[in-house]
T-cell receptor, first 113, second 117 residues
Framework: GAVVSQHPSWVICKSGTSVKIECRSL??????MFWYRQFPKQSLMLMAT?????????EQGVEKDKFLINHASLTLSTLTVTSAHPEDSSFYIC?????????FGPGTRLLVL | AQKITQTQPGMFVQEKEAVTLDCTYD???????LFWYKQPSSGEMIFLIY??????QNATEGRYSLNFQKARKSANLVISASQLGDSAMYFC??????????????FGTGTRLTIIP
């Protein structure tokens, strides 16, 4: 299947700092990428849809000023968690679809102390 | 609104036996796509199998098959000859348009499958 990478895989930061997570499509171009968040023992919750060259579309209840998304090229989308707090600690995972199937990155575990 | 229901929070199956993971869905759309993903403890989401709403035949991928019953709105995953490496969380998901990848997925709550040696 198609390859989607994420970086970093793990990040630990202090409360109040900002964290940037990158999502790359390695062998295809993606005009749209998706960002999900997953809390322990729960399902994936869609946070936002990242659109190349335009603003991201956020799901209801997701603060767009808190979770900044930039999709500057056809292979890269970034999610920045601004002024992170312990409640932002979670597993963040992105996905993209070369055709009809969405493929996921390996995910990023964020721990905010 | 779309909804995916997975009623089995956990299942224990003997190695080499077949296992069926249940998934029912609710949608008013005529066109949609159904997916199953496997999530091992590492967290990655591994694509297993896909079924389009207009596909007349059940999808199969190696040991995985999707028992698609459109009238009952069910899309159960069948794993034949289970292996220890099949132990993981399994998520059923649905997308509005079966042919357009750039549409968001709606996920079920998942089923934790444990294979017993």
């Amino acid at each position: 299947g198609a390859v989607v990478s994420q970086h970093p895989s793990w990040v630990i930061c202090k409360s109040g700092t900002s964290v940037k997570i990158e999502c790359r499509s390695l062998d295809f171009q993606a005009t749209t990428m998706f960002w999900y968040r997953q809390f322990p023992k729960q399902s994936l919750m869609l946070m936002a849809t990242s659109n190349e060259g335009s603003k991201a579309t956020y799901e209801q209840g997701v603060e767009k000023d808190k979770f900044l998304i930039n999709h500057a090229s056809l292979t890269l989308s970034t999610l920045t968690v601004t002024s992170a707090h312990p409640e932002d600690s979670s597993f963040y995972i992105c996905s993209a679809a070369p055709q009809e199937t969405q493929y996921f990155g390996p995910g990023t575990r964020l721990l905010v102390l | 609104a779309q909804k995916i229901t997975q009623t089995q929070p956990g299942m224990f199956v003997q190695e080499k036996e077949a296992v069926t993971l249940d998934c029912t869905y609710d949608t008013s759309d005529q066109s949609y796509g159904l997916f199953w993903y496997k999530q091992p403890s590492s967290g990655e989401m591994i694509f297993l199998i896909y079924q389009g709403s207009y596909d007349e035949q059940n999808a199969t991928e190696g040991r995985y098959s999707l028992n698609f019953q459109k009238a009952r709105k069910s899309a159960n995953l069948v794993i034949s000859a289970s292996q220890l490496g099949d132990s993981a969380m399994y998520f059923c998901a649905m997308r509005d348009d079966p042919n357009f990848g750039n549409e968001k997925l709606t996920f079920g709550t998942g089923t934790r499958l444990t294979i017993i040696p």
